[in-house]
């Protein structure tokens, strides 16, 4: 009888620990589906392990391949702390990452499918870096799918491809590591291809083409979309507008719903989905304060205005 109850023991710890996990069904542009059979990959986030406050992040492919392994200090979404590997469908390495408070840090190793070394980048290793450090990272090292080197110690000639590896997308000197020089890319999903000058790593100026033969100069490549003045007003607005429901009130239900919609190229919001969920009736008046958000100013690039994704927590908390 002993074997017997020890095993029943075992079954029941492993079933225990089998439900501290939380399973997300995602597609590939971070929106979140309700059916496995919907969604491009899943992420399974598990309790941190013992001695560990951070929380063990694994992604997989629909066939049941992996596709991340990472550590968070956060459940959903993912705040990546140290170490985290990426894997192609076909087991590969893909890349290989260091975080630190959610941001890359050090250098960032990315592969061919094949396996072999693509590019090796390097990030500022600072925790609190803002998204233009973010973007300012140096190219080290690069080397084409046979080996060949292309760039090293930061000097040589980059090439960026698409996400399968079949045409090149951008290209240009680098010079210690940073873009130097002219440069020229190409966006075909908008038909768009673009020149651009460098010096040390600094954006001079650019020219887009469009698909109708317009040409555009630009001094920004980039622009994020705002609300009319900023995201401090935006919450502003949202605390103005939103009716706390009912029921949640008597309650006493509190959560942060995170929401993601797409802000248009004239400014307004669309495609609005709920990312995390506190409840029904808080869900839909995130949905419809959002909705009924005065238009934003559009965000840009290569001088033109664009469809940009955008994500915003809104948190609902009762105080006594």
Not at 52 to 78: C, Q, R
Not at 240 to 255: F, L, V
Request: aromatic fraction near 12%.
């Amino acid at each position: 009888m002993k074997p017997l109850f020890t095993l029943a023991l075992l079954f029941v710890t492993v079933l225990c620990l089998a439900q501290r996990q939380n399973v997300y069904f995602l597609k590939n542009d971070g929106r979140y589906v309700k059916q496995r059979d919907s969604a491009d990959y899943i992420r399974v986030v598990r309790e941190p392990d013992s001695a560990s406050n951070l929380y063990n992040v694994f992604e997989f492919y629909p066939n049941g391949a992996s596709k991340l392994e990472g550590k968070s200090s956060a459940i959903n979404p993912p705040a990546y702390e140290g170490a985290c590997a990426k894997f192609y469908p076909n087991g590969k390495r893909q890349s290989v990452l260091t975080y630190k408070a959610g941001k890359l840090v050090g250098n960032a190793y990315e592969f061919y499918p094949n396996g072999k070394l693509y590019v090796v980048k390097k990030f500022p290793d600072v925790a609190n870096a803002d998204d233009d450090m973010q973007d300012s990272y140096q190219i080290t090292a690069e080397n084409d799918s046979l080996g060949t080197v292309l760039i090293a110690d930061g000097n040589g000639y980059f090439k960026a491809y698409n996400d399968k590896f079949t045409a090149v997308v951008e290209e240009g000197n680098v010079k210690n590591g940073k873009r130097d020089g002219n440069w020229k890319g190409s966006e075909p999903g908008q038909g768009i291809t673009y020149s651009e000058t460098y010096e040390d790593g600094k954006f001079l100026s650019g020219t887009s083409i469009g698909k109708n033969g317009d040409s555009i100069k630009y001094n920004v490549r980039d622009v994020e979309p705002q609300f009319k003045g900023g995201v401090k007003d935006f919450y502003r607005y949202l605390g103005r507008n939103i009716a706390y429901p009912d029921y949640e009130r008597e309650h006493n239900i509190q959560g942060k719903v995170i929401l993601t919609f797409i802000v248009e190229k004239n400014g307004e919001l669309s495609n609005i989905k709920v990312l995390s969920s506190v409840s029904d009736n808080i869900d839909k008046e995130a949905i419809r304060v959002v909705s009924e958000s005065p238009k934003w100013i559009p965000g840009t690039e290569y001088g033109r205005n664009c469809r940009v994704y955008y994500t915003i927590p809104i948190d609902f908390s009762l105080s006594n």
